[in-house]
């Protein structure tokens, strides 16, 4: 079984596809991991403006900038 590669209440950016045209692009910040696929992990992050929470697989993701304060 393979580790999560981003840590609960860490800054990340998402990289929208193909199907996620209305999906709010920013940052992002982990909420909790989920199991998700062997091959590939999945997440509930929240947008850091919107406030709106979602289910993200891992190969969405990439680290984003550290925080500013905290």
Do not use: C, W
């Not at 998402?14 to 209305?22: K, L």
């Not at 909420?31 to 999945?42: H, I, K, S, W, Y």
């Amino acid at each position: 079984m393979s580790t999560h590669l981003y840590t609960i209440g860490q800054h990340v950016e998402f990289i929208a596809g193909r199907f996620d045209g209305n999906v709010p692009r920013g940052l992002y910040t982990v909420v909790r991991q989920l199991p998700g696929p062997a091959n590939d992990r999945e997440y509930r992050v929240k947008h850091q403006k919107d406030g709106h929470e979602r289910i993200v697989l891992e190969s969405q993701l990439r680290v984003g900038p550290p925080a500013l304060f905290g």
